[in-house]
C-alpha cells in the first residue's frame, strides 16, 4: 500500500495536521493510553523494552510515536502544532506522562549510544531508578556501556547528543534507561519519557494551559 502501518494503528487515536488550503496532512503523531494498551495489545515499544515498571508506577501515561512531517512544511510550524496538539490531549486525558522510542541514526554504533547515555546521566536527563526501563531480553546493544568516561569539551556536553534528542531533552523530556537494539529497522532505539509537570519553560507554549492570557 506504500504506506507504513501496523497492529497497533487500530488501537491508537491519531493526531493530524492538516493544510486546509490543499486538504492534505502535512502532519502526524499516534497515540496509546495506557488504558488502552491494557485492554489491547500492549504498547508497541513493549516490543523492544521491559515496560513493567511504567504499567505498576504510571497508571496514566500515553506512548507516542510515528512522528512524521510532509518535506514541504519543516520549518517548525508543524512541529509546534503537533506539540500543541500534544498538549490539548495530555489535558484532556488527564495524561502524566508521554512516552516512545527515540530512535539513532541507521549505521550509529553502541560506543555512541554509551556516550549519548552517559551525557544524559552526568546532566539531571535520566529518569530515577523506579522507573528506569531496560531492554527486553535480546535486545541489548552490543558493545554498550553504562558506565564511561566522556571526553573534556568546552562548553555544554549536551552539544555531544543527537540534534533531535537534544530538541527532546531540551523540553524537559528524560532517557528511560539503556538502549535496545531494533532488528526491524536495524537502528539503536532509547527509551524516552515526558512528564507533564516538569516541562521546562521552553516547551510551555505549546501546552493550553501554560499558554499567556
Known amino acids: 500500500t506504500q504506506r507504513d502501518r501496523d497492529e497497533y494503528d487500530a488501537h491508537c487515536e ?9 486538504n492534505c496532512v502535512v502532519g502526524t503523531y499516534r497515540m496509546m493510553r495506557a ?3 491494557r485492554n489491547n495489545i500492549g504498547f508497541y515499544a513493549e ?5 513493567s515498571k511504567i504499567y505498576a508506577q504510571l497508571p496514566n501515561a500515553a506512548e507516542i510515536g ?20 500534544l498538549g490539548l490531549y495530555m489535558e484532556k486525558y488527564n495524561i502524566s506522562h508521554l512516552f516512545g522510542c527515540t530512535s539513532l541514526n541507521k549505521g550509529d554504533t553502541g560506543e555512541q549510544a554509551s556516550l549519548i547515555y552517559q551525557v544524559c546521566k552526568e546532566t539531571g536527563a535520566l529518569v530515577s531508578d523506579d522507573i528506569h526501563i531496560t531492554p527486553q531480553p ?5 558493545h554498550f556501556e553504562n558506565t564511561i568516561v566522556l571526553p573534556t569539551i568546552s562548553g555544554n556536553p549536551k552539544r555531544l ?22 532488528p526491524e529497522f536495524d537502528v539503536i532505539d532509547f527509551f524516552t519519557i515526558f512528564e507533564y509537570k516538569a516541562i521546562s519553560k521552553a516547551a510551555k507554549r505549546f501546552l493550553p494551559s501554560q499558554r499567556p492570557d
Open 138 to 142: 535480546g535486545y541489548e546493544v552490543k
Open 35 to 37: 488504558e488502552k494498551a
Open 47 to 51: 516490543t523492544e523494552f521491559n515496560l
Open 66 to 85: 510515528r512522528c512524521c512531517i510532509d518535506a514541504g512544511y519543516r520549518s517548525g510550524l508543524v512541529m509546534n502544532m503537533l506539540w500543541y496538539g
Open 14 to 22: 491519531h493526531l493530524v495536521v492538516i493544510d486546509k488550503s490543499t
Open 161 to 182: 547528543l543527537p540534534s533531535l534528542l537534544r530538541g527532546y531533552i531540551a523540553i524537559g523530556t528524560k532517557l528511560g534507561g539503556e538502549p535496545a537494539y531494533d
